[in-house]
């Protein structure tokens, strides 16, 4: 992504319009979440479609690139679970550790997002877990929807938490 594109996307409003659904399949519902985005002046944004099975699936956008990403339910104690003790390098339990702390116990003891996408061709990847954490605005701790991020390429590592106002039904 190049730095005017950056720029733009930093001082921009950024609004998501969310679509959930289940599919019945032979192995059991499986949950798709839609997301639409539209940035500041209608501008037309990137679409994520997420089936939450844990198979990958290309996705491609003029943001982003070429991707491979896979969605799931999850919990933080799976998260933890499958990598953290488990022989993986010191970087990936790092990473989980982060990417489950600081949520409210609705979300640290029930089920969260969890997605993980690859650019092969720029080497970058995205690991992200879905739920909610109190978070302070104008001195109040009020209940947001939160995504945590950790985007690693090469040996540079970036972790980051986004946090969504909930704007009502469309």
Do not use: C
Not at 54 to 60: D, I, L, M, Q, V
Not at 73 to 85: E, F, H, K, P, Q
Not at 86 to 111: F, H, N, Q, S
Request: glycine share 10%; hydrophobic share 40%.
């Amino acid at each position: 992504m190049n730095w005017l594109t950056r720029k733009a996307i930093g001082l921009a409003t950024v609004t998501q319009t969310l679509t959930s659904y289940e599919e019945t399949t032979p192995a059991g519902p499986i949950t798709h979440i839609d997301i639409d985005q539209t940035a500041t002046g209608g501008l037309k944004g990137t679409s994520e479609k997420r089936t939450l099975d844990w198979t990958a699936r290309p996705h491609s956008d003029y943001l982003f690139g070429d991707l491979m990403a896979k969605s799931r339910w999850s919990s933080l104690a799976t998260i933890l679970a499958d990598n953290v003790g488990t022989g993986k390098p010191a970087y990936i339990e790092d990473d989980a550790r982060y990417l489950v702390e600081g949520w409210l116990p609705e979300t640290a003891e029930g089920d969260v997002v969890e997605n993980f996408v690859e650019n092969e061709k720029a080497g970058w990847t995205g690991w992200q877990v879905w739920g909610f954490a109190e978070v302070e605005s104008e001195g109040a701790k009020e209940r947001w929807l939160v995504r945590r991020f950790v985007i690693r390429k090469g040996e540079k590592v970036e972790r980051v938490r986004l946090v969504y106002a909930w704007a009502g039904e469309a």
